[in-house]
């Protein structure tokens, strides 16, 4: 998990076994009687193509009492998924990840099969990331709490800055590790060019090294939308307008709404943070009845997931479906994240744009309706 020491555990460089194992060690009887071991390689994940159906391949291990034996069969730098047997694949809590290369030896010692939690040790890279995480865990506990409303959302950005701390002083104490690889591509925007200068040039050949170029991109591109978002929310771009169809199947043009303050509140009914969002919303809408108009853009959904999900939360406001197809309107706009609501004055120029659950939206919008 990603939200963006000091001195923290130092990682002895470990020479290559010739064997190459993947050895599960069980400290509580396991909940079923096999394990599931999938791997990808890195260069197929890191290939550049954006692909959502990245090759794989899965085996299925027998577990002898409290050990499993698993052969590293990867051709390459892989990451490995291990799951139990009868437990689905795709939830967080049912899976342990890590990274290998050929020949490594890798240990991993289960202490729960529910949730499924582990320690991975046997290589520098494993060995330093395992580090990492156990510093980390604190902090991402807290952050599960907020997600859970356990812990105020206020709490957020000083958790945000201990956990990008933790990273940036692995990378300052352990330059040559193979796991500030890992560090870094965890770290926090404002951060990654300053660090990615501190790593070790040795560590370009670390596994995880082609993740970097990656993420680099990324993070770029991030920059030059930011700065379009900029540039967009100056009070002098006029809102491309667009039309699509309502859930009724007519029509729905931004421009036929000049003279209202409009909200493009883009949303889809996967989104937590979206449906957590709809009733302050919702207080909003009839707050500023007659003044204001809000056209919620589906994202990601199917028509039919789409039309449920608009009864289901009884939304009030217009409706439209917005195909995922290349040039739709989150490319337009452009949605960095979800939900994010763009606020439009009566003439029809773009005011502000907000990404995420953010109170400073409704600050916004009073200070622009009177």
């Known amino acids: 998990m990603n939200i963006r020491t000091s001195t923290l555990c130092a990682t002895a460089l470990l020479p290559l076994c010739a064997a190459a194992d993947i050895t599960v060690n ?27 159906n990245i090759p794989t391949v899965t085996d299925t291990v027998a577990i002898n009492g409290m050990t ?27 899976i342990v990840d890590f990274y290998t290369s050929p020949g490594d030896n890798i240990a991993v010692d289960i202490l729960s099969s529910n949730p499924l939690v582990a320690e991975i040790s046997g290589t520098p890279l494993m060995d330093g990331i395992n580090c990492l995480q156990k510093q980390l865990a604190p902090i991402e506990e807290k952050v599960s709490q907020i997600q859970k409303g356990l812990l105020p959302e206020s709490e ?5 800055a201990s956990y ?15 796991a500030s690889v890992y560090a870094l591509i965890s770290i926090d925007d404002d951060r990654f060019f300053e660090y990615e200068k501190k790593l070790s040039p040795s560590l370009s050949s670390s ?16 920059q030059r939308i930011e700065q379009q978002k900029k540039q967009l929310t100056s009070g002098n771009v006029s809102a491309p307008d667009f039309t699509l169809n309502d ?18 509140d883009f949303w889809g009914s996967w989104c937590m943070w979206c449906i957590k969002g709809f009733p302050a919303l919702k207080d909003a809408y009839k707050k500023y009845e007659g003044k204001l108009e809000i056209i919620g853009i589906d994202c990601g959904d199917t028509p039919e997931t789409w039309r449920t999900a608009i009864k289901k939360y009884a939304l009030p406001w217009i409706n439209v479906y917005n195909p995922s197809t290349p040039g739709n309107l989150t490319e337009i706009y452009p949605v960095q994240g979800f939900p994010t609501k763009i606020i439009i004055s009566p003439e029809g120029k773009i005011i502000d744009m907000v990404t995420g659950e953010n109170p400073a939206f409704f600050t916004a919008l009073d200070s622009l309706i009177k």
Request: aromatic content about 8%; overall charge neutral.
């Open 164 to 178: 990008d701390k933790v990273l940036a002083d692995f990378i300052d104490s352990n330059p040559d590790n193979p």
């Open 68 to 94: 499993a034996q698993i052969p590293v069969t990867a051709a390459g730098n892989a990451r490995y998924n291990l799951h139990l047997a009868g437990t689905p694949a795709n939830s967080r809590g049912n």
């Open 26 to 52: 069980f400290a509580q009887p396991p909940l079923s009687d096999k394990i599931i071991s999938t791997y990808a390689l890195i260069s197929d994940i890191t290939d550049g193509s954006g692909r959502r």
């Open 247 to 264: 859930a009724d199947g007519k029509p729905v043009t931004l421009s036929q709404f000049h003279g209202k303050w409009v909200v493009l």
């Open 156 to 160: 957020f950005p000083a958790l945000a």
């Open 207 to 222: 596994p995880l090294f082609p993740f970097i170029k990656e993420d680099k991109n990324q993070r770029l591109e991030k």
